[in-house]
Structures are given as C-alpha cells and as structure tokens.
C-alpha cells in the first residue's frame, strides 16, 4: 500500500478538530498540533480539545426555518464528529442545541486520541510551518498567538482585521432564589432534550430596569491597552453595558425582551427578562443569555445581584473580554481556503472571518475534506452556493463582494450563517394546500423551508459526487 505523506492541521478548536476527523475518516493521516496545556490562553480553561471558551450554545437546531439550524443538519449528513459530540451531551434549551461543555470537549478529545490515524502533538507551532509540511490547516482560532499572527500576515501581504469579543457569566444554580424566578422557554417551545421549561427567568418591572441600566452604564469597565483602543466590536456579540449605551431601550429588545414569558408570581406584565441557560448537564451551573460583559469583576458582581432573583448568586465564572483577529479573507483566500501567497496553506475556523462554534466547525469540515482530496489527487470543490455549507465559503473568499443577494457589502466583516447568503428560491407557491394566499411571515415561513429542502438535497449530491475515497 502506497504511504499517504500526514496532514497538519494547527488548532485544536471546533475548525481544528472537525478538520482531523473529516481528513483521517477519509484515510488521510493527520497530525493535530494543540499548544494548550504548554501554552496557555486568556479564555481557554482546559486543555480538552474542542473547548467552548464562551456561550454552550449552538444556537436554533431548526433547520427548515432557520440557517444556523440548516448548518447543524448539514454536518449532520456529512459525519461531523462535533455534531455527533453536541447531540449526544445536549441539554434543555428550548429551540437551541445547547451542550454540557465539559462532556462534549470530552468526547471529542477522546474520539480523536482513539482515531488510528490521528496523532495529538502539544506544543506551539508559533511561526509559518516548514517546507516539508506541504498540505497544512491552520486552525488557531480568533486567540491565533502574536508570533504566528504576525508570521501569517508578513507571508499574506495583508493587514488582519480584529474584533472584540466577550464572555458571558455562569452562576451556581443554587444560589439563584426560586421564590422570584420560574422555568419557561420563550413561547414555551420545546427543544433539543427540553420541554418547554429550559431556561430560568428573572423578571423586572420598570422601575428595576431603569436601575440596573443606570448601574451599567456607570460601572468601571476593564480598560484597554494602547493597541485595542480602535478595535471594533462584533455585532453579534457586544458587552451588554455597550448595548445600553445604544439607548436605554435597547436592552428591552435584545437578550432582556419579555415577549413570550409568563411570571407565574406576579399579575403584572414583565418589563424585562433576565434569562439563563442550562450549562452543564448536571444542571448545577446555568450562564445568562447575552450577557457577555466588559464590567471589572467586583462591578459584575454587585450590579448583575440587582436582578431579582440574582441577590445571593454564586458566580462559578464571571465575564470577560478578549481580543479576536481575523483574516482579510476575501483579499488573501482562493475559493479551496489556501493562501494565495502560500497554497500550502489552507485556513478554517474564526480566523477566517465565520462567525460562531457551528460556522467555525463548519468551515474545518471543508477544509479537512478539500485537503484530504488534495492529499489522495482527487479534485474536489466546495458545495455549491445553495447549501450553508457552500454559502459561507462564498463569502469569506469573496462572494460578499458582488452577490446581489447579500446587500452589496463593501467591506469584509465576521458573520454567522444566514438565509441572506443564500440565493432565494424563485418558485414560490401563491397559495397554501388549501387554497389560502400566502402572505407575510406564512410566505417568508415557506420560502426558508424551501431553500432549506434544495439545501440538503443539493449537499447530498455533492457528497455522492465528490466523494474523498483512498483507493
């Protein structure tokens, strides 16, 4: 049998470790270099592979009316091994898939250590890879080091872009005081493992509202370095007290929406709901939802114990704040995720500019696939524009820049998967089987469930196709 020459795959994140095993399960051998425990990170908490630093949440597991749910059913049909982990560790979460994190880095630290063709190197890789290493997947993640970051943009040509990102606090559920919160999902939908009673929620009227925002805004913040002072933030994950600075009712219509929450304690409707979420499956610790913060620790403490319900909470972690980077990668990319300066190169995961643990995993799928193909003389490309999958290659490589179906963007931001990166479905039916004219949010309803049924069907064609064989 003819020797297949390794794959190094650099990271050992979600990217990282989807892109191992989709490699080796095509009978690629992978060397999977992890510099934790040996160099230690400002999120990471372990040395497990797979470690989710912030939320435990994948996000909707919906995946006819919604794109994130679709991704999740996508990697289902092509074996993602972290799909497979989530599913089998998921707790209650109402319409999400959310995970106990500790058994789900777990099981996929164990799943790649016992795979025959992968080897687990720890150490730091902290400059561009040797010659010799000529199929390599960096991997590293929005907490790439500073020396390979730099090594990376000085062989790219380009200059990174870099957000802030932040990390929401978990509490010790039996300091939380049952006799002001109650158990209810939003519209009482039942999820992944749930029934309709996933999260604790802590409601506030008006005047308590009015207080906590005043707290927010004037608590001390963690300062920033000289360097971070002009780093953007992500939309889709801001601190809580910068989205109080947006106004005081921005809260109201973001995670503290009370919209679809009854108080079983009071008559009176909710001006405002605090929500938290299962976080490990013993259910002893529960983190709060869209709370991601920037407040010093002493400041979380006594501001976040204002919430009813909240006065005595144990925090088991308190929030944070840390730098993330990513490439320019439309400008540094081709449409295989190389480096255009470097083809040895390929990319994945938050470096590349997705947004999210599904969508970072997500692009290590296709990268550890299109690498294997590589590796075995196969061609193969990415899925086509109609899947998820297909859709966000699209637009970290440049698809963002022209798509009519995408809004013009003019300037490379990280995103998560949504149906605005999709083409829409044209043939839409005007009336429902019954014969009733589809309108509004039924019509909207119907053409995401269509485009996501051409979604799977197309992902499997491309799967049967293009399949990455060794003989």
């Given at each position: 049998m003819?020797?297949?020459?390794?794959i190094?795959?650099?990271?050992?994140?979600?990217?990282?470790?989807?892109?191992?095993?989709?490699?080796?399960?095509?009978?690629?051998?992978?060397?999977?270099?992890?510099?934790r425990?040996?160099?230690?990170?400002?999120a990471h908490?372990?040395?497990?592979?797979a470690?989710?630093?912030?939320?435990?949440?994948?996000?909707?597991?919906?995946h006819?009316?919604?794109a994130?749910?679709?991704?999740?059913?996508?990697?289902?049909?092509l074996?993602?091994?972290?799909?497979?982990?989530?599913?089998?560790?998921k707790?209650?979460a109402?319409?999400?898939l959310?995970?106990?994190?500790?058994?789900f880095?777990?099981?996929?630290?164990?799943?790649l250590e016992?795979?025959?063709l992968i080897?687990?190197?720890?150490g730091?890789?902290?400059?561009?890879?040797?010659?010799?290493w000529?199929?390599?997947?960096i991997?590293?993640?929005?907490?790439?080091?500073?020396?390979?970051?730099?090594?990376?943009?000085?062989?790219?040509?380009?200059?990174?872009?870099?957000f802030?990102?932040?990390?929401a606090?978990?509490i010790?559920?039996d300091?939380?005081?049952?006799?002001?919160?109650?158990?209810?999902s939003?519209?009482?939908?039942?999820?992944?493992?749930?029934?309709g009673?996933?999260?604790?929620?802590?409601a506030m009227?008006?005047?308590?509202?009015?207080a906590?925002?005043?707290?927010?805004?004037?608590?001390?913040?963690?300062?920033?370095?000289?360097w971070?002072?002009n780093?953007?933030?992500?939309?889709?994950?801001?601190p809580?007290?910068?989205?109080?600075?947006?106004?005081?009712?921005?809260?109201?219509?973001g995670?503290?929406?009370?919209?679809?929450?009854t108080?079983?304690?009071?008559?009176?409707k909710?001006?405002?709901?605090?929500q938290?979420r299962?976080d490990?499956a013993?259910?002893?610790?529960?983190?709060?939802?869209?709370?991601?913060?920037?407040?010093?620790?002493?400041?979380?403490?006594?501001?976040?114990?204002?919430?009813?319900?909240?006065e005595?909470?144990?925090?088991?972690?308190?929030?944070?704040?840390?730098?993330?980077?990513?490439?320019?990668?439309?400008?540094?990319?081709?449409?295989?995720?190389?480096?255009k300066?470097?083809k040895?190169?390929?990319?994945a995961g938050?470096?590349t500019?997705?947004?999210?643990?599904?969508?970072s995993?997500?692009?290590?799928?296709?990268?550890?696939?299109?690498?294997?193909?590589?590796?075995?003389g196969?061609?193969?490309?990415?899925?086509?524009?109609?899947?998820?999958?297909?859709a966000?290659?699209?637009?970290?490589?440049?698809?963002?820049l022209?798509?009519?179906?995408?809004?013009?963007?003019?300037?490379?931001?990280?995103?998560?998967i949504?149906?605005?990166?999709?083409p829409?479905?044209?043939?839409?039916?005007?009336?429902?089987?019954?014969?009733?004219?589809?309108?509004?949010?039924?019509?909207?309803?119907?053409?995401?469930?269509?485009?996501?049924?051409?979604?799977?069907?197309?992902?499997?064609?491309?799967?049967?196709?293009?399949?990455v064989?060794?003989?």
């Amino acid at each position: 049998m003819t020797k297949i020459d390794p794959i190094h795959i650099i990271g050992g994140g979600l990217a990282g470790s989807e892109a191992a095993w989709q490699a080796a399960n095509a009978g690629v051998p992978v060397i999977l270099h992890e510099m934790r425990p040996t160099v230690k990170t400002d999120a990471h908490q372990t040395e497990g592979l797979a470690e989710l630093v912030c939320s435990n949440s994948f996000r909707s597991d919906d995946h006819e009316n919604n794109a994130v749910g679709l991704l999740h059913e996508e990697m289902r049909q092509l074996n993602s091994i972290i799909m497979a982990s989530g599913d089998k560790h998921k707790l209650p979460a109402g319409g999400a898939l959310a995970v106990d994190r500790d058994h789900f880095s777990d099981e996929v630290t164990n799943a790649l250590e016992a795979h025959d063709l992968i080897t687990i190197e720890r150490g730091e890789v902290d400059t561009i890879p040797p010659a010799e290493w000529d199929n390599v997947i960096i991997a590293t993640g929005p907490l790439t080091s500073e020396n390979l970051s730099k090594a990376i943009m000085d062989l790219s040509g380009a200059d990174s872009l870099a957000f802030f990102d932040a990390i929401a606090p978990i509490i010790h559920k039996d300091s939380i005081d049952f006799d002001k919160v109650w158990m209810q999902s939003r519209y009482d939908k039942v999820g992944p493992g749930g029934t309709g009673a996933d999260y604790i929620n802590c409601a506030m009227d008006e005047q308590e509202y009015n207080a906590f925002i005043d707290a927010l805004l004037e608590g001390e913040k963690t300062d920033f370095k000289e360097w971070e002072t002009n780093t953007p933030y992500f939309d889709g994950c801001l601190p809580i007290e910068v989205m109080a600075e947006r106004g005081r009712e921005t809260l109201r219509h973001g995670p503290m929406k009370p919209v679809g929450l009854t108080n079983p304690h009071k008559e009176e409707k909710s001006h405002a709901i605090v929500q938290l979420r299962q976080d490990n499956a013993l259910g002893t610790l529960w983190n709060m939802v869209g709370f991601q913060t920037k407040l010093k620790y002493g400041e979380q403490t006594k501001i976040f114990q204002m919430i009813p319900g909240l006065e005595n909470a144990v925090f088991a972690r308190l929030g944070g704040l840390h730098r993330n980077t990513f490439l320019n990668s439309p400008e540094v990319l081709d449409n295989q995720l190389r480096l255009k300066t470097d083809k040895r190169l390929r990319f994945a995961g938050q470096i590349t500019g997705v947004e999210g643990y599904v969508e970072s995993a997500a692009t290590g799928l296709i990268a550890g696939r299109l690498a294997a193909a590589e590796r075995l003389g196969i061609e193969l490309s990415s899925p086509s524009i109609e899947t998820a999958h297909g859709a966000l290659i699209n637009h970290i490589t440049g698809g963002h820049l022209s798509s009519h179906f995408s809004g013009g963007l003019k300037s490379f931001q990280p995103m998560n998967i949504n149906f605005g990166l999709i083409p829409p479905v044209t043939d839409i039916p005007k009336k429902d089987e019954e014969g009733r004219r589809l309108r509004g949010k039924e019509k909207s309803r119907l053409k995401k469930q269509l485009m996501a049924k051409r979604a799977l069907s197309t992902l499997i064609e491309w799967s049967e196709k293009n399949p990455v064989k060794t003989e």
